[in-house]
């Protein structure tokens, strides 16, 4: 079976155009927190010392990064876990590295280790 150049191009566009979650860009960041805000939705924000360059997010202050359940395959009992290992590292003043969605503002986080 063969497949003409425009067959290849229409559906090498439609993925580019529909396709953005299949192609998110996971970062690794690594500092220590300065802030963990709770949100009433169940997530929170992190907002670290060292700010990530590539998180987008627009806020002058310190960028956010939100752990938010059904953002980034985030699990409400994830994100539970998450919350706890963030408190711990901010109350011992311990290094955290986490990985996160760097094609969104929000640079959701999915992955937290101390």
Not at 86 to 91: C, G, I, R
Not at 101 to 113: I, K, M
């Amino acid at each position: 079976m063969q497949y003409s150049t425009k067959a290849i191009l229409a559906v090498a566009s439609i993925s580019m155009l529909f396709g953005e979650g299949v192609l998110a860009a996971e970062v690794w960041h690594t500092s220590t927190i300065k802030t963990v805000y709770p949100l009433a939705s169940g997530g929170f924000v992190l907002i670290f010392n060292a700010d990530s360059p590539a998180c987008p997010h627009p806020n002058a202050v310190g960028k956010y990064h939100y752990v938010v359940p059904s953002q980034n395959d985030m699990t409400v009992e994830g994100a539970k876990k998450l919350y706890a290992a963030a408190l711990l590292a901010l109350a011992m003043d311990r290094a955290v590295t986490i990985a996160f969605e760097g094609s969104s503002a929000e640079c959701y986080v999915n992955r937290l280790s101390v």
